[in-house]
């Protein structure tokens, strides 16, 4: 899949470690925490191993009943885990972030590590990066939040009697409600 289901976040080199065979810009980027397989909500590596046949024990019967044993909340749990490890990380430390300024605001969010909609890069260099598409679906449902509100302002306004009236005589609606607006992501 181009896009996965991912928990990740910004490269630390005092947490996450940076040698010289390192992308030189690696603290720029998001790292791969976990990634998820969106309709089962299982750990892609797991679901791998199962649907790969490496052994001759392997079977469907073996990954069905892997999948009912999974918790279903195991990405809230990895998600705990890595934000205790780095609150108390940086509450010990008080580290700062080599490129970026607010490190420390943005790490203390709540919503630091939550489920995002990524593209999983390996580098060369082993390291695996995301970049994140999340923001994508936000500025949407934005842009559509208004059009919607527009929308549905101009179709109270249609049901107006002197509106009806004005449609009736000349076959057009008034100019104030004479066009539904639609989603433009980028006008030229």
Known sequence: MKYNLVLCEIHLPAIHGKTKTSCPYIETHFLLISKFDGPSGMLLDEYNEIIE???DTES?????????DLEEDELSAIYQTQQLYIDEY???NNIRHPTIR???NIIHRENYIKPEIGHCIELPTGETIVIIKTIWLK???RKWK????????????RSHPNAL???????????SCREIPKL???RN
Do not use: C, H
């Not at 469907?60 to 009912?68: G, H, K, Q, R, Y």
């Open 53 to 55: 046949p490496e052994t």
């Open 60 to 68: 469907e019967s073996d990954a069905e009943s892997f999948a009912s």
């Open 90 to 92: 940086n509450v010990m």
């Open 102 to 104: 607010n490190y420390n």
């Open 139 to 141: 500025i949407i449902q």
């Open 146 to 157: 208004k059009v919607f509100s527009e929308r549905k302002r101009i179709v109270k306004e």
């Open 165 to 175: 009236y004005t449609r009736m005589i000349t076959g057009n609606w008034p100019d």
């Open 184 to 186: 433009y992501l980028f």
